[in-house]
């Protein structure tokens, strides 16, 4: 089974995050990066396919030069060979964009899967992966918890629904999906794999060389302005009786707070 | 005004290649993920987590600057150095047992053994199926490592090895021993190493117990009693104090790595809770004095980090060595500072500083130990100053 990883590099997780003078962007000068979370169970999932099925994995990943930590880490796991589209202008670009990239990177290569993560670390969008099946012309589904292939060309999939409902189809490939995290235990890159990254085949482009129209590069959304949510002293106390407090506390936190 | 971290401060993001930041992430998170919701325990229980060993192994921490044909990561000094700080900020009885295994007993079979020992050891040790000690101090030498009394008597084609050994790292469950022993008379240039296995006959590893420091990191002593080893244990390389003591300067280097580890655990405790601890109406961290402690604990671990990126660039550059007096310099300043960065950050955590419950405490009582194993900071005090002026004052 040939299979594509996409990964993308985001700033460390406990990196301390400052908005840029120019109040639509981060200071990203000197900041760590690292593989967002979603993506490291993606490879994880490619790669324990690849160990079950035999095939390959390749890992793709758009970014700047310093993208190449990412790579190499995905290379030190076990992917077999990288392709890293090289550019500095796509950082705070939108999904439509990332996914015209991605899918012109790829298009000719014949992946059979292609893993995403379900969402990034930074951005969050939740597009992307869809967008990409679309342009492919593949099978999708998204928050996917498990991966397991059957005969004939077809996975099976168990994804999550609203309402934490989960549900296993089977799928024909080609196919593309959205990983959600947690769902594996991640393998840590060896020291030795992390040494010996650079002798796998990593093939670099650049944006120029992909060859996009303008429209495949022109953005639908634009960032106006970051910030940090704004600190407020605001509590409500719930009244009531322990039970009947905890269903209006159940309550408001699935209907107005939507964490649940 | 928002914050810094102290990562801005030191500023070496970008010095690091793509290879040396992923092995200290890869080290960070595996420290953080495995290890550090037990340590705890195991330093209150004064017992070590031995089941780490064959996650450490398979990260490719033993040895890590060793040559990958025996099995090893082949890291560059400035990633070997980055692993052991992130394996310190764990606890220095992790680094303790990394540094021991690779510096103490992997290199010297390396660096002293002969190509046969190599290879029937070091891919084993790497994969963390024989774990060794190192045997170098007695009770009645420590500091003065020359003056040893454990012997090895040649007995037609075997040795024969009689002595004590004590404060071992990791003696109780070692699978091997590098043991320094005087063969043919009672001068420091008489020393040689031996690999002595542990199973054979009149050996004997008791754990030290009462220790009030290093307690999640076995130690013990070696006892041997008139025990025979065949002649192909010995280092043939090895001649001399100067053989344990270039093994020393190997785990010192590792140290002066490591202590900073310990140092920035017990710094980012003391902000992360000073930031949230309101005394007086106010976060303690608005507060000029515990500002200056911040601030003297920041500057002297970003005067360690500048000083070991400095080292470690040198020593990849010149094949692997830089002067024993620069490793003396680096271990003497990095341990005492961490040790004092570790006494301040524990008391800003006030009466919390004192639980165990909080990395300060145990950092700081580790810090002990390491200030005085490898060489006393004393003894490197004698060191530094033996190379300024010329004059031997030990
Ligand atoms: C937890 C732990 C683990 C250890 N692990 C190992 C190990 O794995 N292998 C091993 O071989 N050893 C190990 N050691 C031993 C350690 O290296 C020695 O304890 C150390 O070298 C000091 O020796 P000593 O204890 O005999 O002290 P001494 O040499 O008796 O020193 C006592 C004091 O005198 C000072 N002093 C000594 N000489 C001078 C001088 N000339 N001028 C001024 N002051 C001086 C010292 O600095 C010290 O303050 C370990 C020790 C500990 C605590």
Redesign the pocket.
């Given at each position: 089974m040939k299979i594509l990883c996409c990964v993308k590099q985001v700033p460390e997780k406990d990196a301390r995050i400052r908005v840029a003078d120019s109040g639509d962007w981060i200071h990203s000068e000197g900041l760590a990066v690292a593989i967002s979370e979603c993506d490291r169970y993606a490879v994880e999932a490619a790669l324990r396919l690849k160990e079950a099925v035999d095939g390959e994995v390749a890992v793709l990943l758009v970014g700047g030069e310093q993208g190449s930590k990412s790579v190499k880490e995905a290379l030190a796991m076990g992917c077999d060979r990288a392709i890293h589209v090289i550019t500095d202008e796509l950082t705070r670009s939108d999904p439509f964009v990332i996914s015209k990239v991605l899918a012109k990177a790829v298009e000719d290569e014949g992946f059979d899967l292609v893993l995403t993560g379900q969402q990034s670390d930074d951005l969050g969008y939740n597009a992307v992966g869809q967008m990409l099946a679309q342009h492919l012309g593949m099978s999708h589904a998204q928050i996917v918890l498990s991966v397991d292939p059957v005969e004939d060309g077809r996975i099976r999939v168990s994804h999550e629904l609203d309402n934490a409902l989960i549900e296993t189809i089977e799928l024909s490939l080609p196919a593309v999906l959205g990983v959600q995290s947690g769902i594996n235990d991640v393998r840590y890159a060896s020291l030795k794999g992390i040494m010996q990254a650079n002798s796998k085949p990593q093939k670099k482009v650049t944006l120029e060389e992909l060859d996009l129209s303008a429209e495949d590069l022109t953005p639908k959304l634009r960032i106006e302005k970051v910030g940090f949510p704004v600190r407020t002293s605001q509590a409500e106390m719930i009244e009531g009786d322990a039970a009947a407090a905890a269903r209006t506390l159940v309550d408001k936190l699935r209907t107005e707070a939507k964490v649940l | 005004m928002d914050a810094l971290s102290l990562d801005e401060f030191i500023a070496l993001e970008d010095e690091l290649s793509d290879e040396e930041k992923l092995v200290r992430d890869t080290t960070r998170r595996w420290v953080s993920e495995r290890f550090l919701p037990i340590v705890g325990e195991h330093f209150e229980n004064a017992t070590f987590p031995d089941e780490v060993a064959r996650e450490v192994a398979e990260l490719g921490l033993f040895g890590g600057s060793l040559p990958p044909k025996y099995g090893c990561a082949g890291m560059n000094q400035v990633a070997y150095g980055l692993a052991q700080q992130e394996l310190e900020y764990g606890d220095s009885g992790l680094r303790?047992f990394v540094s021991?295994q690779g510096s103490?007993c992997m290199f010297p079979i390396y660096r002293f053994g002969s190509e046969e020992q190599r290879t029937k050891y070091l891919p084993k040790m790497a994969a963390g199926e024989l774990i060794g000690?190192?045997?170098?101090?007695e009770p009645d030498?420590?500091?003065?490592p020359g003056s040893m009394k454990t012997r090895a008597t040649r007995d037609g084609s075997d040795y024969i090895l009689h002595g004590q050994?004590m404060?071992?790292?990791?003696s109780p469950i070692a699978d091997l021993c590098i043991v320094w022993a005087k063969t043919d008379g009672d001068d420091a240039k008489d020393i040689r190493g031996f690999i002595v296995e542990r199973d054979r006959e009149g050996v004997e590893c008791p754990t030290t117990h009462h220790?009030m420091?290093?307690r999640a990191?076995h130690?013990g002593e070696i006892l041997l009693d008139e025990v025979r080893v065949p002649a192909e244990n010995i280092l043939p390389e090895t001649k001399g104090l100067g053989s344990p003591l270039a093994c020393l300067n190997q785990a010192r280097f590792g140290i002066a790595w490591g202590a900073l580890g310990a140092a920035r655990a017990c710094f980012d405790e003391a902000l992360a809770y000073g930031n949230e601890r309101i005394v007086f109406g106010k976060p303690i961290t608005a507060k000029q004095l515990i500002q200056k402690q911040l601030a003297d604990s920041a500057t002297q671990i970003a005067l360690g980090q500048w000083m070991m990126h400095h080292l470690s660039r040198l020593k990849d550059r010149q094949g692997g060595r830089i002067l024993p007096y620069q490793v003396s310099m680096a271990k003497r300043n990095n341990v005492a500072i961490a040790l004092e960065v570790a006494r301040t950050c524990r008391s800003i955590l006030g009466g919390n500083g004192i639980s165990a419950e909080f990395a300060s405490i145990r950092h700081m009582l580790n810090l002990e130990?390491v200030y005085?194993?490898?060489?006393?900071?004393?003894?490197h005090t004698?060191i530094v100053g033996r190379g300024l002026t010329g004059q031997d004052a030990?």
């Amino acid at each position: 089974m040939k299979i594509l990883c996409c990964v993308k590099q985001v700033p460390e997780k406990d990196a301390r995050i400052r908005v840029a003078d120019s109040g639509d962007w981060i200071h990203s000068e000197g900041l760590a990066v690292a593989i967002s979370e979603c993506d490291r169970y993606a490879v994880e999932a490619a790669l324990r396919l690849k160990e079950a099925v035999d095939g390959e994995v390749a890992v793709l990943l758009v970014g700047g030069e310093q993208g190449s930590k990412s790579v190499k880490e995905a290379l030190a796991m076990g992917c077999d060979r990288a392709i890293h589209v090289i550019t500095d202008e796509l950082t705070r670009s939108d999904p439509f964009v990332i996914s015209k990239v991605l899918a012109k990177a790829v298009e000719d290569e014949g992946f059979d899967l292609v893993l995403t993560g379900q969402q990034s670390d930074d951005l969050g969008y939740n597009a992307v992966g869809q967008m990409l099946a679309q342009h492919l012309g593949m099978s999708h589904a998204q928050i996917v918890l498990s991966v397991d292939p059957v005969e004939d060309g077809r996975i099976r999939v168990s994804h999550e629904l609203d309402n934490a409902l989960i549900e296993t189809i089977e799928l024909s490939l080609p196919a593309v999906l959205g990983v959600q995290s947690g769902i594996n235990d991640v393998r840590y890159a060896s020291l030795k794999g992390i040494m010996q990254a650079n002798s796998k085949p990593q093939k670099k482009v650049t944006l120029e060389e992909l060859d996009l129209s303008a429209e495949d590069l022109t953005p639908k959304l634009r960032i106006e302005k970051v910030g940090f949510p704004v600190r407020t002293s605001q509590a409500e106390m719930i009244e009531g009786d322990a039970a009947a407090a905890a269903r209006t506390l159940v309550d408001k936190l699935r209907t107005e707070a939507k964490v649940l | 005004m928002d914050a810094l971290s102290l990562d801005e401060f030191i500023a070496l993001e970008d010095e690091l290649s793509d290879e040396e930041k992923l092995v200290r992430d890869t080290t960070r998170r595996w420290v953080s993920e495995r290890f550090l919701p037990i340590v705890g325990e195991h330093f209150e229980n004064a017992t070590f987590p031995d089941e780490v060993a064959r996650e450490v192994a398979e990260l490719g921490l033993f040895g890590g600057s060793l040559p990958p044909k025996y099995g090893c990561a082949g890291m560059n000094q400035v990633a070997y150095g980055l692993a052991q700080q992130e394996l310190e900020y764990g606890d220095s009885g992790l680094r303790s047992f990394v540094s021991v295994q690779g510096s103490l007993c992997m290199f010297p079979i390396y660096r002293f053994g002969s190509e046969e020992q190599r290879t029937k050891y070091l891919p084993k040790m790497a994969a963390g199926e024989l774990i060794g000690c190192f045997g170098l101090t007695e009770p009645d030498a420590g500091s003065d490592p020359g003056s040893m009394k454990t012997r090895a008597t040649r007995d037609g084609s075997d040795y024969i090895l009689h002595g004590q050994k004590m404060w071992i790292t990791n003696s109780p469950i070692a699978d091997l021993c590098i043991v320094w022993a005087k063969t043919d008379g009672d001068d420091a240039k008489d020393i040689r190493g031996f690999i002595v296995e542990r199973d054979r006959e009149g050996v004997e590893c008791p754990t030290t117990h009462h220790k009030m420091s290093l307690r999640a990191s076995h130690t013990g002593e070696i006892l041997l009693d008139e025990v025979r080893v065949p002649a192909e244990n010995i280092l043939p390389e090895t001649k001399g104090l100067g053989s344990p003591l270039a093994c020393l300067n190997q785990a010192r280097f590792g140290i002066a790595w490591g202590a900073l580890g310990a140092a920035r655990a017990c710094f980012d405790e003391a902000l992360a809770y000073g930031n949230e601890r309101i005394v007086f109406g106010k976060p303690i961290t608005a507060k000029q004095l515990i500002q200056k402690q911040l601030a003297d604990s920041a500057t002297q671990i970003a005067l360690g980090q500048w000083m070991m990126h400095h080292l470690s660039r040198l020593k990849d550059r010149q094949g692997g060595r830089i002067l024993p007096y620069q490793v003396s310099m680096a271990k003497r300043n990095n341990v005492a500072i961490a040790l004092e960065v570790a006494r301040t950050c524990r008391s800003i955590l006030g009466g919390n500083g004192i639980s165990a419950e909080f990395a300060s405490i145990r950092h700081m009582l580790n810090l002990e130990s390491v200030y005085t194993y490898e060489g006393t900071h004393e003894v490197h005090t004698l060191i530094v100053g033996r190379g300024l002026t010329g004059q031997d004052a030990f």
